[in-house]
């Protein structure tokens, strides 16, 4: 079966320091993976969503980025953190066509 | 790009009364998804839908993708405290990667 491991599951950093999160899937082979952001108390905004090893598609526009370096691995990173980069950042993977998005456990990011 | 309304934007129930909730898009979707978020964690898939009119039932949720294609609603019956926890619509169109999400609906459930 398919799992997807995202880490660290939470992250305290200042403003102005680097950031990097990982996420990987198990189970699968060429999935379409995923970063989403989810303020407190908010919906979920899509960030970058990738369709194969180094084609990233980005959805805002922002300090952050993202990078696909094999087929299972997807890492969000910025190289100096807002204090509006502080949220909640799903990592997701989802087969062929329109099979459905599953999600990993998260990670809370807080900037100070 | 692609709009998703859902509401409402909160729902405060009794233990055993029904839940209706629904998400409509600005443009027609190929895909409606519905899903569930406990405090802490990730999204839990809870139904999909692929085909318009189609109605699909998990146990006491049911969930219907509606005629137009742009529309979709959720229902819950006899709720229970477990069913606490935000409802997130997400849908995409033919072939589109991009899986858009509503802005979720916060169900509290009152023993």
């Known amino acids: 079966s398919q799992t997807i491991h995202q880490w660290p599951a939470t992250l305290v950093q200042p403003v102005g320091s680097p950031l990097s999160l990982e996420c990987t899937v198990e189970?699968?082979?060429?999935?379409?993976l995923y970063w989403y952001r989810q303020a407190a108390g908010r919906g979920l905004q899509l960030l970058f969503y990738?369709?194969?090893?180094?084609?990233i598609s980005s959805e805002v526009p922002q300090n952050l980025s993202a990078s696909r370096p094999q087929d299972r691995q997807f890492i969000l990173s910025s190289k100096k953190l807002l204090l509006s980069d502080s949220g909640f950042y799903l990592c997701a993977w989802k087969g062929p066509r329109n099979s459905p998005l599953h999600f990993g456990n998260g990670t809370r990011l807080t900037v100070t | 790009g692609q709009q998703l309304n859902q509401s409402p934007q909160s729902m405060f129930i009794q233990e055993g009364e029904d839940v209706s909730m629904n998400c409509t898009s600005s443009?027609?979707?190929?895909?409606w998804l519905w899903y569930k978020q406990d405090p802490g964690e990730g999204p839990v898939l809870l139904i999909a839908l692929y085909k318009a009119g189609e109605l699909t039932s998990n146990g006491r949720l049911t969930a219907q993708f509606g005629i137009t294609r742009k529309d979709s609603f959720l229902n819950i019956s006899a709720s229970i405290p477990s069913d606490v926890g935000i409802y997130f619509c997400?849908?995409?169109?033919?072939?589109?990667?991009?899986?858009?999400f509503g802005a979720g609906t916060r169900l509290t459930v009152k023993p």
């Open positions: 443009s027609i979707f190929n895909t």
């Open positions: 189970g699968t082979s060429n999935p379409n």
């Open positions: 997400a849908g995409s169109e033919y072939n589109n990667n991009d899986m858009r």
């Open positions: 990738s369709v194969g090893i180094g084609q």
